[in-house]
């Protein structure tokens, strides 16, 4: 069995994402990476964790990244207005700064195609892997894009998951609670990464979905 890692929200901090990957981990080719989204905004180098991803490809690691309510708001923002003025509030600027533009229609092609090709959900035998959570009420919970993206508050559905892990991120957790989570039912990974001045928070995890454990890396950006 492949080792299969889920990382959550990294959210700019790149030095703390590679030293979970590189370090914690100690990533291997044979390895399976699924990123939960929220790449970018809030911490000091966007770019920079977009590059390492597109590195880890390069070099033959498979990488697969879900799309976060964060880079829906990034690809938005084209339209200007209310959608970037949105993005703007929710840590927009510190992507625009990090890769030295001023709006997303600057982007070189290769980032811009990065943040579209994005996934909404990851579906296996054993997970159902997505940003933010799922629409249990929905007819079809893998149709309703926008809960995958921004919802919090959701109750499983365990005749609908038949035995498969919800993993998911988006609404940081303390260190602790996380910690205390078993691989069954949902499972939230975000640690808050960013929020480093946080008491509980300020942890980049992974989840090592066959070894049933987590491995953390603390915030080592700012």
């Not at 180098?45 to 033959?60: A, M, P, Q, T, W």
């Given at each position: 069995?492949?080792?299969?890692?889920?990382?959550?929200?990294?959210?700019?901090?790149?030095?703390?994402?590679?030293?979970?990957?590189?370090?914690?981990?100690?990533?291997?080719?044979?390895?399976?990476?699924?990123?939960?989204?929220?790449?970018?905004?809030?911490?000091?180098?966007?770019?920079?964790?977009?590059?390492?991803?597109?590195?880890?490809?390069?070099?033959?690691?498979?990488?697969?990244?879900?799309?976060?309510?964060?880079?829906?708001?990034?690809?938005?923002?084209?339209?200007?207005?209310?959608?970037?003025?949105?993005?703007?509030?929710?840590?927009?600027?510190?992507?625009?700064?990090?890769?030295?533009?001023?709006?997303?229609?600057?982007?070189?092609?290769?980032?811009?195609?990065?943040?579209?090709?994005?996934?909404?959900?990851?579906?296996?035998?054993?997970?159902?892997?997505?940003?933010?959570?799922?629409?249990?009420?929905?007819?079809?919970?893998?149709?309703?894009?926008?809960?995958?993206?921004?919802?919090?508050?959701?109750?499983?559905?365990?005749?609908?998951?038949?035995?498969?892990?919800?993993?998911?991120?988006?609404?940081?957790?303390?260190?602790?609670?996380?910690?205390?989570?078993?691989?069954?039912?949902?499972v939230n990974?975000?640690?808050?990464?960013?929020?480093?001045?946080?008491?509980?928070?300020?942890?980049?995890f992974a989840?090592?979905?066959?070894?049933?454990?987590?491995?953390?890396?603390?915030?080592?950006?700012?």
């Amino acid at each position: 069995m492949n080792r299969t890692f889920f990382i959550g929200d990294i959210h700019g901090c790149s030095k703390t994402f590679k030293k979970l990957v590189k370090d914690n981990i100690g990533v291997k080719k044979d390895d399976i990476i699924y990123c939960l989204g929220d790449y970018v905004d809030r911490g000091p180098d966007s770019k920079g964790v977009v590059d390492f991803i597109l590195e880890l490809r390069e070099g033959g690691y498979r990488v697969y990244t879900l799309r976060g309510n964060h880079e829906q708001m990034l690809l938005d923002s084209e339209e200007g207005g209310f959608a970037f003025d949105l993005w703007m509030s929710n840590g927009g600027w510190q992507t625009l700064d990090s890769f030295d533009i001023n709006s997303v229609t600057e982007l070189d092609p290769v980032y811009a195609g990065f943040f579209k090709d994005t996934h909404y959900y990851i579906q296996e035998k054993d997970f159902i892997a997505v940003h933010a959570g799922l629409n249990f009420n929905a007819i079809n919970p893998l149709e309703d894009l926008d809960s995958m993206l921004w919802t919090r508050d959701f109750r499983i559905e365990e005749s609908y998951l038949e035995n498969r892990v919800l993993i998911h991120a988006h609404t940081p957790i303390e260190k602790n609670l996380l910690l205390s989570q078993k691989v069954n039912g949902a499972v939230n990974i975000d640690g808050g990464c960013v929020y480093k001045n946080i008491e509980g928070y300020g942890n980049l995890f992974a989840l090592d979905y066959y070894g049933k454990r987590f491995i953390e890396a603390r915030n080592v950006d700012f």
